[in-house]
């Protein structure tokens, strides 16, 4: 079943034309991979699916992305609860600088949740989730900051699944990491995948490969090719999707 699906969307920075024509449906509780070189527009496509480019000024955005069959560019949706659903990481780790307990009671507090027993049991099985529980059980009121970095991006993502959203879109999530916490966050996201739907960019190809159901390879804000991602690394139909995967160029 498809979770998104997007239609001839085209993105524009001013005059410049960041994305064009692009189609694609995301299947629910899979991994959705976008890769392609430096400016192809991954990044930028990627945060038009919760509409975080709103926030930067001069862009303008034609076509229609649907997330469980609602067009989220009406103007009647509340982006608010828009962005709750669908979650978001980011590259660098960006813990508030509260304790592990506030960064994930933040969410659910703001909204509304206030009952302790309940925020107890939301911190818990988010942290549990984003497979972090066991290493900070009893450290919950110290600062986030005091996390390694790979503790910090899980932290994120306990944040980001203590509101209870559908779909989590990250950005590039391991790339500032170490590879034991790397290895650590993609089985992860394998175990997530059961639940939630992700959609992740990776300058690594080779994560792409290990992890994702689907891969989608952008470039010059084109979508060029999407498919299994067996079919995308072993036997592409685009000449410059071949020519990408096997490293002449990007
Ligand atoms: N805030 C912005 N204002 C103007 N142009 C932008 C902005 N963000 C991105 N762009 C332009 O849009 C195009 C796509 O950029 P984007 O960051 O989406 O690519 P990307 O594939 O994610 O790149 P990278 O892999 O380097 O992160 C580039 O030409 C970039 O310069």
């Given at each position: 079943m498809s979770?998104?699906?997007v239609r001839d969307l085209n993105l524009f920075y001013g005059e410049?034309?960041?994305l064009h024509h692009i189609h694609m449906d995301i299947d629910a509780n899979s991994i959705t991979a976008f890769i392609g070189p430096s400016g192809c527009g991954k990044s930028t496509f990627l945060r038009t699916l919760n509409r975080?480019?709103?926030?930067?000024q001069g862009v303008r955005i034609e076509g229609s992305v649907k997330v469980v069959g609602e067009d989220i560019y009406q103007t009647k949706v509340d982006v608010e609860i828009l962005?709750?659903?669908?979650?978001?990481?980011?590259?660098q780790p960006n813990p508030f600088p509260?304790?592990?307990?506030?960064?994930?009671t933040f969410g659910p507090k703001?909204?509304?949740?206030?009952?302790r027993q309940k925020l107890d049991e939301i911190v818990e099985s988010s942290l549990k989730a984003a497979a972090l529980w066991e290493e900070v059980k009893d450290v919950l009121k110290k600062p986030a900051y005091g996390l390694s970095g790979g503790q910090q991006q899980r932290l994120c993502i306990a944040r980001a699944l203590a509101v209870n959203p559908q779909i989590l879109?990250?950005?590039?999530?391991?790339?500032?990491?170490?590879?034991?916490?790397?290895?650590?966050?993609?089985?992860l996201l394998a175990e997530l995948k059961e639940t939630?739907?992700?959609?992740?960019?990776?300058?690594?190809?080779?994560q792409a490969a290990r992890i994702s159901d689907k891969t989608a390879f952008f470039l010059n804000g084109e979508l060029v090719e999407f498919d299994s991602t067996p079919v995308i690394f072993q036997n592409p139909c685009d000449k410059r999707t071949e020519d990408y995967i096997t490293g002449r160029f990007g």
């Open positions: 979770i998104i699906e410049h034309q960041a975080m480019n709103d926030m930067i962005r709750k659903n669908i979650g978001m990481v980011f590259q509260k304790s592990i307990y506030e960064n994930i703001l909204h509304g949740i206030t009952d879109l990250m950005d590039e999530p391991t790339s500032a990491l170490d590879p034991i916490s790397t290895a650590k966050i993609e089985e939630y739907t992700i959609v992740i960019v990776t300058h690594n190809m080779q």
